[in-house]
């Protein structure tokens, strides 16, 4: 009798979570990185591009199936040098888990795809360091796609790289995600590609974001 209340709340509880199985990748709001990156990588910008992507990411886990993780700041944004293209490409790469599926057979790659679409079952489970999140890197972005960003809610955590974005796109593509960062369940982070940049990563200002 206890072991069929067991089951039947775990079933309750796991039914809660089911229709973030449905999301799938809005490709009107993003558009993933293309190809393999090449070139050579500054070591110390990853270093500092992983702290910064996990800095108030929160852990993802929540103690109830049906409750939204504590996420202290789920909207940040910073710029580096243009000429860290290469660099930021190989770290967006490596963050998507694409690396993953590179060194997997066909089978592997469909059990690790797989895997990624139930985490969303495990709600009580931290985020693991090697969970892969979703990617887009956008050199331009009309109002079409600005109007997709505002209606969007992220699936998993998400790194936007915007390449040398001009004419006040940055503040739009902010003011855009604003949803993102007031109701979505998973970090956002916006990295700008900036030719006016000084060497190394430096914050930018953000709307102001829901704590929790």
Do not use: N
């Amino acid at each position: 009798m206890l072991s069929t209340v067991v089951a039947t709340a775990l079933l309750a509880a796991v039914a809660t979570r089911l229709p973030r199985l449905a999301r799938r990748y809005d490709g009107a709001a993003l558009a993933p990185i293309a190809g393999r990156p090449d070139g050579a990588v500054d070591a110390a910008l990853t270093r500092a591009l992983q702290a910064w992507v996990a800095d108030g990411a929160g852990s993802g886990a929540t103690p109830l199936p049906w409750l939204r993780p504590t996420l202290p700041q789920p909207l940040s944004c910073a710029r580096v040098p243009a000429g860290a293209a290469a660099t930021v490409r190989h770290f967006g790469y490596h963050l998507a888990g694409y690396h993953q599926l590179d060194a997997r057979s066909r089978l592997g790659g469909i059990l690790y795809r797989l895997g990624v679409q139930l985490r969303p079952l495990l709600w009580f489970l931290p985020r693991r360091a090697d969970e892969p999140w979703d990617d887009a890197w956008l050199s331009v972005a009309d109002e079409g796609r600005l109007a997709a960003l505002a209606r969007w809610l992220p699936r998993r955590p998400t790194l936007i790289v915007l390449d040398q974005p001009v004419g006040g796109l940055t503040a739009r593509v902010l003011a855009a995600l604003s949803l993102a960062a007031r109701r979505g369940e998973y970090p956002v982070r916006v990295l700008v590609l900036d030719a006016g940049a000084a060497p190394g990563l430096h914050g930018l200002a953000t709307p102001v974001q829901r704590k929790g």
